[in-house]
């Protein structure tokens, strides 16, 4: 992963994220404490909302809808 991918970012549409694997990885939205991303775990982003992806150890794999 390229790590300006890693920035806080907001994206231009809503986005539902579905974590398949991956360990140590989190996700933070702005002005809240990370969140573990653990496999089975889903996430609604809204359009415009700002958040970021803290790297982990291992390969990271989502479904995006």
């Given at each position: ?38 496999e089975g775990v889903r996430i609604f982003i809204s359009k ?18």
């Amino acid at each position: 992963v390229d790590e300006m991918e890693l920035i806080w970012h907001t994206d231009k549409e809503d986005r539902n994220i579905e974590v398949l694997e991956g360990e140590g990885w989190q996700f933070q939205r702005d002005n809240e404490l990370p969140l573990v991303l653990k496999e089975g775990v889903r996430i609604f982003i809204s359009k415009h909302e700002v958040h970021r992806i803290i790297k982990g150890n291992t390969d990271l794999k989502i479904k995006i809808n």
